[in-house]
């Protein structure tokens, strides 16, 4: 069973800012999609961003220019800087990786709470 491992979540401030990091298994990070997802209470789960082994990312409109998704190599982490923060980006957000094809593959982290609230 392939374990992610989720930090960074937290009670901010509208407008302030938080990191995410979810920690993988090297040979699941070097191949896969990593992405992050979020899910508010009464609303089904959304992709917020994905990065693919290339480093080509890809957000959901509502957090283009705020959040940014990163790989970060050294660590076999997937990181989400969410700045400017705002009331409706308060959900539980969840690391993802994937890899589609013959050899496909999808894990789930557990989740991390994020609410923004003054």
């Known amino acids: 069973q392939v374990q992610l491992v989720e930090s960074g979540g937290g009670l901010v401030q509208p407008g302030g800012s938080l990191r995410l990091s979810c920690a993988m298994p090297r040979s699941i990070f070097i191949t896969n999609i990593l992405g992050w997802y979020r899910q508010a209470p009464g609303k089904q789960r959304e992709l917020v961003a994905d990065c693919t082994s290339g480093g080509t990312t890809n957000y959901a409109d509502s957090v283009k220019g705020r959040f940014i998704i990163s790989r970060d190599n050294a660590k076999n982490t997937v990181d989400l800087q969410m700045n400017s923060l705002k009331p409706e980006d308060t959900a539980v957000y969840y690391c993802?990786?994937?890899?589609?094809?013959?050899?496909?593959?999808?894990?789930w982290g557990r989740g991390t709470q994020v609410t923004v609230s003054s």
């Open positions: 993802n990786t994937r890899r589609p094809g013959i050899f496909s593959n999808n894990y």
